[in-house]
């Protein structure tokens, strides 16, 4: 199940276990408060939650009063249905598409050659991107549908292709530019403040020893930010799964061709209120995650010896 | 307001992270906890959940006592709703706050007590408000008087959260007076198994519209009323013979959510002669349903006369009335809110200056005269809300005063005037919708016609079904493959054959 | 020659990347000042109405101000716990450390959340946390903190322990270590969960609008879903301008942040 990585050698703190002297007491205390509000706001309803995807529960109707206990049968209807396959395989694309290889590629991209620019371009670049991430998935629904539109989309306006309907046509090209242009924020960010922490001196050096971009990156850059960059690429893979914006903008369709994870559980479950499916349906997806951290782990392990 | 058919796109706003959405084995990682400090954090947790478990009581009272503080001379009472000034039904939040507020609390004073009433205005999609509401209800708190959409009466009642208005406030529930101006089909609104829950505020109705200019051009009269499926047909073939223009459109497939069985399957299954409901079984996929999603095929099939593409698209519904406004579309099935708030050439969404001499309006046409559900020529479908007494309020008794006063003739006829709308009230209606053809149309011709749909916790996931049965028509699929696959489908929704009526 | 070809190439992908994200945007910069806004880009005849329209709105710029509260609240907490937490982790070894954060992780992050809104739910109304901003605050504040933490952890590991060995010699307390010697080190690290956090908050309509009652207390991004008609079709000229106003304190919070304690952090310390 868990990979266990706290047994992992780590080379640079494995003999110093304190080296600070803050103490195992003190530790506690730093890390208390935090833990208290996870433990009650997120480990407490969790296990609640495990419970209910046993049962058939649902917010109104005779089983908010009376769920039964199902036992596995959620699981096992999850495991068995064709749409549960065809989704996992879109959310597969989904990620792989545009969290591993279109956010994380472009957002470090921006950020590397946004260092080099005058602040002034560099500031725009930027709020443009966040501007992106940071408005709610309805407004940025509107966005896109006006950009995708059949009759007057502004796409079919400039590539002169009036009546194409580029959302039915191709919906998981669509959701995967969408989020790439949703999402990259996070990527360029995380990566602008990795940066920030590698040492000038070491770019200097390479620039000095006639390196080229890409040597830079590779021998300077990518050794000293290698955890942010599987950070990143965790963080993105998950949320990327869970991600409900798609529905906004193809509802799932056309028959179910964009039905990525987030809206199958919807569509099947938590629409109709049937939160025990519900909460199963995630937990699966909670094992899937899991192996994609899994996945991320052991290449972190790989490359650190 | 009920009105089915959000888009389905507007429904569940999540981002990213900004959920929390728990559900693993964590007990391993807990036994590893290492902190000192954790001991207590266990603990803790397994006091928090037994709290919990065992009780669940929030604000509210947990007297059960019709006559609990029925005495008070000073008391508060909330109400909520789904409106809001300034977004979501404004003009309805605005009458609560600027009228029914003021003069409730004055004509309290009058008696000698001090009322206060708080609004809570909310104006957000229907199911997320739903989800709110039943919360508030299930932890015993929330407002007094809370307002539902007449669908959720039935699940509301079975999971207990909203309980009988006898029992909420005694036998003087059933003694108001009002109950005599509302017919006993609107009343089913706020009812369930023979019990009234709730009062139904107003409600609405399904009809066809059509756009005059165009069916002029395509040869039909401006007083079109088809009296058959055969009928709307031929006018759908007449008017495809005009260019850009799109002849019929009813609403199918999934993206348009409720959209789709209120203003599609269901009314044209009664009109096939089915109920969805009825006897305590389901219409599973015989030939009413058939029938129905053959004239899907119809509109949707290979030179159909429907546009496909708008049952696909996320906003399909939002399009197709930018649509029709703009001239587009011939005859679009869709509730009395289209003519109202879409079409309305002060305020709608979809403005047409000319609607008032453009735009006509006919009765749903059964598939064939008399071959409708109990024998009728002309069905329709309604919906509406229900204002109900919440059964944990502290003032059960000033709760009901305030309700019965919100559904009184004077407080109805402040709210519609301006905004005219069908209430449920007879004598209201027939009084204040004088001067507006088309409510007194739907008032007179549509509601002693029409069905209201099942308030049954299932009828949610039924009507999803239905929703999957059309799209598979729209996307190429024959009318006996997709009710096939919808029998099976609701057969293990509603707990097997059993409850499903083949025929 | 080499450095003339590098400029092009750049100033190519930038003009790319302004054009690819500013692309979808024209529906915002344009449909705000339009009467009657559709759902394409249309060049409108200019109106401010829809501005004079929400500044009249009773909710409208109290929600904006509800939400500055919710997010700074929460980023707050996040930021100073998470500071807190990971710095612990990241130097004292602890058992079961990295299987504990990779748990909390995965909960934290899977999304639909609706299953889960009825424990948590309960839970606030148990506590006594239900209509009030500090109830909002800790709830999101707890789904929030376990990635924060995880981001923060790779900063303070990515920072040797020399220089608090140092400050420990001169007799710094730990608290003191941290808020002199290594909070300055990873401070693009503080900012980026910082508005990262806010960004989260600023979005979240499900949990705010389950856990406050009284609308005068909703956020700016449960105003939002006000817009519709009873019927759930958009009030496109609302819902645009509002987006407007919405987007501009964090956009202003990510420009002040990003000049201030800027990204771009080479602390003396370091060279």
Redesign the interface.
């Known amino acids: 199940m868990?990979?266990?990585?706290?047994t992992?050698a780590?080379p640079t703190?494995?003999a110093?276990?304190?080296?600070?002297?803050?103490?195992?007491r003190?530790?506690?205390a730093?890390?208390a408060?935090?833990?208290v509000?996870?433990v009650?706001?997120?480990?407490?309803?969790?296990l609640?939650?495990l419970y209910?995807?046993v049962t058939d529960?649902r917010?109104t109707g005779l089983a908010a009063t009376h769920p039964h206990f199902l036992g596995a049968k959620n699981y096992t209807d999850v495991v068995a249905d064709g749409r549960f396959h065809n989704s996992l395989w879109l959310t597969l694309e989904f990620v792989g598409g545009s969290a591993v290889l279109g956010q994380t590629v472009?957002g470090f991209?921006?950020a590397w050659?946004m260092?080099?620019?005058p602040a002034a371009?560099r500031?725009?670049?930027?709020?443009?991107?966040?501007?992106?991430?940071?408005?709610?998935?309805?407004?940025?629904a509107?966005?896109?549908?006006?950009?995708l539109?059949r009759?007057?989309?502004?796409?079919n306006a400039m590539l002169g292709t009036p009546g194409t309907a580029w959302l039915l046509d191709h919906p998981m090209a669509c959701v995967i530019v969408f989020n790439i242009?949703r999402g990259t924020a996070?990527s360029m960010?995380?990566y602008?403040?990795?940066l920030?922490?590698v040492?000038?001196?070491h770019l200097e050096t390479a620039r000095l020893a006639g390196a080229s971009?890409w040597q830079t990156l590779r021998d300077a850059v990518l050794p000293?930010i290698r955890?942010?960059v599987l950070?990143s690429l965790?963080?993105v893979s998950?949320?990327t799964f869970?991600?409900?914006t798609p529905f906004l903008i193809t509802a799932g369709g056309p028959e179910n061709r964009s039905e990525v994870m987030?809206a199958y559980?919807?569509r099947t479950?938590?629409g109709e209120g049937r939160?025990?499916f519900?909460?199963a349906?995630?937990l699966v997806?909670?094992l899937i995650?899991?192996l994609i951290?899994f996945a991320y782990?052991q290449a972190l392990r790989r490359r650190r010896t | 307001?009920d009105?089915p058919?959000?888009?389905a796109a507007?429904r569940?706003?999540?981002?990213?992270?900004?959920?929390?959405?728990?559900?693993?084995p964590?007990r391993p990682?807990f036994r590893?906890?290492?902190?000192r400090s954790g001991p207590a954090l266990p603990a803790a947790l397994a006091v928090?959940m037994a709290?919990?478990a065992l009780s669940?009581c929030?604000g509210g009272s947990s007297s059960t006592d019709p006559q609990r503080n029925a005495k008070a001379k000073t008391f508060t009472l909330t109400i909520a709703r789904n409106a809001?000034?300034?977004?979501?039904?404004s003009a309805e939040a605005e009458w609560v706050t600027k009228t029914v507020i003021p003069g409730f609390v004055a004509a309290e004073k009058a008696k000698g007590l001090h009322v206060k009433v708080v609004y809570?205005?909310?104006?957000?999609?229907?199911e997320?408000y739903k989800?709110?509401t039943a919360?508030?209800l299930?932890?015993k708190?929330?407002a007094d008087i809370v307002s539902l959409d007449g669908i959720w009466v039935g699940e509301f009642a079975q999971a207990g959260y909203i309980k009988p208005l006898t029992d909420v406030v005694g036998p003087r529930a059933d003694s108001w007076d009002g109950w005599s101006q509302i017919s006993p089909s609107v009343q089913q609104l706020g009812a369930f198994q023979l019990k009234r829950y709730g009062i139904p505020p107003s409600t609405d109705g399904r009809v066809l519209f059509y756009n005059k200019k165009l069916l002029a051009q395509a040869g039909l009269p401006a007083n079109w009323q088809p009296t058959s499926w055969n009928d709307i047909l031929a006018a759908g073939r007449a008017l495809k013979k005009l260019p850009g223009v799109t002849p019929l459109q009813i609403n199918a497939g999934t993206a348009m959510g409720e959209a789709t069985t209120t203003q599609g399957v269901l009314p044209l299954l009664a009109g096939a002669g089915a109920e969805i409901y009825s006897g305590g079984k389901w219409t599973g996929g015989g030939p009413a349903m058939k029938q129905v999603l053959g004239l899907y095929q119809q509109l949707y099939g290979p030179g159909g006369l429907g546009d496909r593409k708008l049952q696909e698209e996320a906003?399909g519904?939002?399009?197709s009335?930018?649509e029709f406004a703009s001239n587009k579309i011939g005859v679009l099935l869709e509730?009395v809110?289209f003519w109202r708030?879409?079409l309305n050439p002060k305020d709608g969404?979809a403005?047409m200056a000319d609607r008032d001499q453009s735009v006509g309006y006919a009765l749903i046409p059964a598939m064939a005269p008399g071959k409708g559900v109990r024998g009728q020529s002309f069905v329709s479908m309604s919906g509406g809300s229900v204002a109900a007494v919440n059964p944990h309020t502290r003032y059960p008794q000033q709760a009901f005063d305030l309700l019965t006063y919100l559904n009184s003739a004077d407080a109805m006829k402040a709210r519609i005037a301006g905004n005219p709308e069908v209430t449920s009230r007879n004598d209201v209606n027939a009084e204040a919708l004088k001067s507006d053809p088309f409510l007194t149309f739907v008032a007179q011709k549509v509601l002693p016609i029409t069905l209201f749909r099942p308030g049954l916790a299932a009828y949610t996931q039924v009507s999803t079904a239905l929703e999957e049965a059309t799209a598979s028509v729209v996307a190429g699929h024959g009318p006996d493959d997709a009710a096939a696959q919808y029998t099976k489908k609701l057969e293990g929704i509603v707990g097997g054959p059993g409850h499903v009526n083949a025929g | 020659m080499r450095t003339a070809l590098?400029r092009i190439a750049?100033t190519t992908?930038?003009s790319l990347?302004?054009a690819?994200?500013?692309?979808?945007?024209?529906?915002?910069a344009s449909a705000p000042f339009n009467a009657?806004p559709?759902?394409?880009?249309?060049l409108p005849s200019f109106t401010l109405e829809n501005f004079r329209?929400l500044m009249?709105?009773?909710?409208?710029l109290r929600s904006l101000r509800n939400s500055v509260i919710l997010a700074a609240g929460t980023a707050l907490?996040v930021v100073?716990?998470?500071a807190?937490?990971a710095?612990?982790?990241s130097?004292?070894?602890?058992?079961?450390?990295?299987?504990?954060l990779?748990?909390?992780?995965?909960?934290?992050?899977?999304?639909?959340?609706?299953?889960?809104?009825?424990?948590?739910?309960?839970?606030a109304?148990?506590l006594h946390l239900?209509d009030s901003h500090l109830g909002v605050v800790?709830?999101?504040?707890?789904?929030?903190?376990?990635?924060a933490?995880?981001?923060l952890k790779?900063?303070t590991?990515?920072?040797p322990?020399s220089y608090?060995?140092a400050a420990?010699v001169f007799g710094a307390s730990?608290l003191q270590?941290l808020r002199h010697v290594v909070v300055p080190v990873i401070r693009?690290?503080l900012?980026?969960v910082g508005?990262?956090t806010v960004?989260?908050?600023?979005?979240?309509?499900?949990?705010p609008?389950?856990l406050l009652?009284?609308?005068d207390k909703a956020p700016a991004?449960?105003?939002?879903?006000?817009?519709?008609?009873?019927?759930?079709?958009?009030?496109?000229a609302?819902?645009?301008t509002f987006?407007l106003l919405?987007?501009v304190p964090?956009?202003a919070m990510?420009?002040l942040v990003?000049?201030r304690y800027?990204?771009?952090?080479?602390g003396g310390i370091?060279?």
């Open positions: 868990a990979p266990d990585t706290s992992r780590e703190r494995s110093a276990v304190d080296v600070v002297g803050l103490g195992r003190r530790a506690a730093f890390v408060p935090a833990l509000l996870i009650v706001f997120l480990v407490f309803p969790a609640w939650t209910l995807g529960y917010l472009l991209a921006i050659v260092r080099e620019r371009v500031r725009t670049v930027e709020a443009l991107v966040l501007l992106c991430w940071i408005l709610p998935g309805s407004v940025v509107f966005l896109w549908l006006a950009l539109d009759d007057g989309g502004t796409l242009w996070f960010m995380l602008t403040a990795a920030g922490n040492p000038p001196s971009t000293k955890r942010h950070t965790l963080l998950l949320w869970n991600d409900f987030s559980v919807y479950a938590l939160l025990g519900g909460a349906i995630s997806m909670l995650n899991l951290a782990l | 307001m009105i058919g959000r888009p507007a569940l706003p999540l981002r990213p992270g900004s959920l929390l959405r728990p559900g693993s964590l990682a590893r906890n290492p902190f928090l709290g919990a669940s929030g809001i000034v300034g977004g979501k039904n809570h205005g909310y104006g957000v999609d229907d997320a989800t709110k919360l508030d299930k932890s708190a929330g906003k519904r939002d399009k009335f930018e509730g809110y708030a879409v969404i403005k | 590098r750049a992908f930038v990347v302004l690819f994200f500013a692309l979808p945007m024209l529906w915002l009657d559709k759902i394409n880009v249309s329209v009249d709105d009773p909710y409208a907490v100073v716990f998470a807190l937490a710095y612990a982790l130097r004292v070894r602890l058992p079961g450390r990295d299987v504990l990779y748990l909390l992780l995965l909960l934290s992050s899977i999304i639909t959340g609706t299953a889960a809104m009825v424990p948590i739910f309960l839970l109304t148990q239900v800790l709830v999101l504040s707890g789904g929030l903190l376990p990635t933490i995880f981001l790779d900063f590991d990515a920072t322990a608090e060995e420990r730990p270590t693009p690290g900012a980026m508005i990262w960004a989260q908050v600023w979005g979240d309509f499900l949990m609008f389950l009652r009284d609308p991004s449960v105003i939002m879903y006000t817009f519709y008609t009873e019927g759930g079709q958009p009030d496109l609302l819902i645009s987006s919405y987007s964090v956009v990510y420009l990003s000049r800027g990204f771009r952090f080479h370091k060279r």
